[in-house]
């Protein structure tokens, strides 16, 4: 993939070879992050996991301290008596039998995350093959199933994520934007990484985070020095 005449410009600020530390990262990911949009700010972690082992697959959940951008879209999908709290809790879209059968129908889905509750999981398989390559299936692993819709609907409009690694052992989370001060950006960084440490699996031996890069939507990547964090 080749990358235009301001992409090389701006990669000479960075020294391939260094890792830097957080703040100094930081300054660097806005330097080269100007845009005529105001740029996500990503950071791409490569773990020491066998991918090939499931027991040593990371997955969790976290909130961020900071708002990282856009509000997500919620669905709801719950049973009637369930539908006041839902629409009181803040989900964009509330529904249950009849909105399964309009996504079925056009397979559209109009939502960031999705949330339901257990009774709701049986019903819910008519749309599992629209919903799951979307990673829009709710699911108890990311915490989006379950009997306090008001809870989950609420943390999620307050910022939780989930994540997890890829094929390739590499995890892509974004932590904020370019316009964010550098300290709200940090504590978001810093948290994120904490979160991703204590879900280190129990059998992965040697070097857990193997690498730890900051780039903007548009800029190239600074390798970042983590056990400054």
């Given at each position: 993939?080749?990358?235009?005449?301001?992409?090389q410009e701006l990669k000479k600020l960075i020294d391939p070879?260094?890792?830097?530390?957080?703040?100094?990262?930081?300054?660097?990911?806005?330097?080269?992050?100007?845009?005529?949009?105001?740029?996500?700010?990503e950071v791409h972690l490569n773990l020491g996991i066998d991918v090939k082992k499931g027991e040593?697959?990371?997955?969790?959940?976290?909130?961020?301290?900071?708002s990282i951008?856009?509000?997500k879209r919620v669905a709801a999908f719950v049973t009637p008596e369930k539908e006041k709290d839902a629409k009181e809790a803040g989900a964009d879209i509330v529904g249950g039998e009849e909105l399964i059968a309009e996504i079925a129908k056009t397979n559209k889905t109009d939502f960031d995350v999705a949330v339901a509750t257990p009774d709701m999981m049986v019903k819910l398989a008519k749309i599992a093959k629209i919903l799951g390559p979307s990673g829009?299936?709710?699911?108890?692993?990311?915490?989006?199933?379950?009997?306090?819709?008001?809870?989950?609907i609420?943390?999620?409009?307050r910022g939780k994520i989930s994540f997890k690694n890829d094929i390739t052992g590499n995890i892509h989370q974004a932590i904020g934007k370019v316009s964010m001060g550098n300290p709200e950006l940090l504590q978001n960084f810093t948290m994120f990484l904490e979160a991703v440490k204590k879900s280190k699996p129990a059998s992965s031996k040697g070097t857990y985070l193997k690498s730890v890069t900051l780039a903007s939507t548009m800029g190239p990547g600074i390798h970042v020095d983590a056990s400054k964090i």
């Amino acid at each position: 993939m080749s990358h235009g005449k301001r992409y090389q410009e701006l990669k000479k600020l960075i020294d391939p070879k260094k890792l830097y530390p957080p703040e100094e990262a930081l300054d660097l990911v806005k330097q080269t992050g100007k845009t005529k949009f105001d740029a996500t700010i990503e950071v791409h972690l490569n773990l020491g996991i066998d991918v090939k082992k499931g027991e040593q697959q990371v997955r969790s959940t976290m909130i961020f301290p900071h708002s990282i951008g856009k509000a997500k879209r919620v669905a709801a999908f719950v049973t009637p008596e369930k539908e006041k709290d839902a629409k009181e809790a803040g989900a964009d879209i509330v529904g249950g039998e009849e909105l399964i059968a309009e996504i079925a129908k056009t397979n559209k889905t109009d939502f960031d995350v999705a949330v339901a509750t257990p009774d709701m999981m049986v019903k819910l398989a008519k749309i599992a093959k629209i919903l799951g390559p979307s990673g829009l299936m709710p699911n108890p692993k990311t915490e989006t199933v379950g009997p306090n819709i008001k809870k989950m609907i609420e943390e999620v409009k307050r910022g939780k994520i989930s994540f997890k690694n890829d094929i390739t052992g590499n995890i892509h989370q974004a932590i904020g934007k370019v316009s964010m001060g550098n300290p709200e950006l940090l504590q978001n960084f810093t948290m994120f990484l904490e979160a991703v440490k204590k879900s280190k699996p129990a059998s992965s031996k040697g070097t857990y985070l193997k690498s730890v890069t900051l780039a903007s939507t548009m800029g190239p990547g600074i390798h970042v020095d983590a056990s400054k964090i």
